[in-house]
């Protein structure tokens, strides 16, 4: 059986696009692979946080991995500073990192232009991710677009240590979902739907209300042709709309856009902000059973110590490998 591996930053809310593009290829993986999902907390300290709000967001994230559909039986679920081998094996895949190929890194320069006071974290957490995913032998890490690049560097890391020193790290392969990867920014459709976005009608949460969910979705950028047609260049805010609706409502687009021919906008957006009110609410009232439970703590619980571990087996490979410690 394949190991599978995937981390998500605990910093806000999820949004629909995270969902939509990485939970539910989470929940579809569990069933034939060995998997670990972190919440990864100490890639979200690499820009400032409120101590109480991250938490928060940390037991937030958990319970909403589990609302989606995550099965403890089938799948770690723990906190990545609660590992401690995931910082030690990020400080030796620091060392074996380059500085320049750090820099281009695509997410390093567009967060840290224009910024005073930019934290070196900024630059040296790829090797700390590509620690997160190589501790485990994981086989397959299931990312969006954005990610590539990252998982790119972890691949090459791991090829210059097993070269260099030792050959004990699995090559991991990038897997990226065809439909639902890249869902957009309900205010800019040319740009990924973000809860970094500081405009709240950009993007839903997985916790908005219903009267929200359809407030933002009324008012999200279309265009003037009354045309419903899947066309990402010319009509991309209606080609997100359809992503959505599809994802939501398990129709095709190619269904949705042949029943609404000669339909308005208002109509579509309505009956798509209804598909995205149903497909969250169960998820929501498994999320607020979750949050406050003794349930919750308990699985971190055994996550931790499964984690543990198999990272621990993993670390002490690494640590011989580069003549760390003693030999007795």
Known sequence: MKRIFSGIQPSGTLTLGNY??????????????????????????????D?????????SL?????????DPKKATLFIQSEVPAHAQLGWMMQCVSYIGELERMTQFKDKSDGQEGVSSALLTYPPLMAADILLYNTDIVPVGEDQKQHLELTRNLAER???????????????IPKQGARIMSLTDPLKKMSKSNPNPKSYISMLDEPAVIKKKIKSAVTDSDPEIRYDEKEKPGIS????????CSRKTIEELTKDYQGIGYGQFKEDTADAVIARLKPIQDRYHELIDSEELHSILDEGKDHAHHTAQKMLKKAEKAMGLGRKR
Not at 62 to 70: P, Q, R
Not at 161 to 175: A, G, L, Q, S
Not at 240 to 247: A, D, E
């Open 62 to 70: 958990a319970a909403l991995y589990i609302a989606v559909g995550l």
């Open 240 to 247: 997100n709309l359809l992503t959505i609706y599809s994802l």
């Open 161 to 175: 240590f097993n070269h260099k020193y030792n050959d004990i790290f699995t090559i991991p392969e990038v897997r």
């Open 51 to 59: 101590r109480l709000a991250l938490r928060k967001n940390i037991l």
């Open 20 to 49: 939509l593009g990485a939970m539910t290829h989470f929940v579809d993986l569990q069933e034939d692979h060995e998997s670990f999902f972190c919440i990864v907390d100490q890639h979200a300290i690499t820009v400032p946080q």
